[in-house]
Nanobody, 129 residues
């Protein structure tokens, strides 16, 4: 059973930065697609960014392009989400999710949360003065 453990959430002022981490336990990143989703107060869960363990291709929701960067450390079996220039609208619980399989050319693919197999418990990010 794949376990995903998020860390790195917290309170930050507008314009600040945070880095979220997602450690994959009992599984290899190489054999999965890993995505970050978020759910703000009163909102539906939305995809933020995904990265393929097969070819490293990535995608982002339009609202975070140029501000967020998804990356991986294969030796640590960990996926990161670097968030810069944070805005109050980014306030949400951020979830790491994984889908087993080989996924290529993910740059233009919009992944629905119902597609994912495994979920972490979430990390709260609050952007406020």
């Amino acid at each position: 059973e794949v376990q995903l453990v998020e860390s790195g959430g917290g309170l930050v002022q507008p314009g600040g930065s945070l880095r979220l981490s997602c450690a994959l336990l009992e599984a290899s990143f190489d054999g999965h697609l890993v995505c970050w989703f978020r759910q703000g107060p009163g909102n539906e869960r939305e995809r933020v960014s995904c990265i393929s363990g097969s070819d490293g291709s990535t995608n982002y929701v339009d609202s975070v392009k140029g501000r967020f960067t998804i990356s991986s450390d294969r030796a640590k079996n960990t996926v990161y989400l670097r968030m810069n220039n944070l805005k109050p609208a980014d306030t949400a619980v951020y979830y790491c999710a994984a889908k087993r399989g080989r996924f290529l050319g993910m740059s233009s693919i919009k992944v629905d949360h119902r597609f994912m197999d495994y979920w972490g418990k979430g990390a709260l990010v609050t952007v406020s003065t």
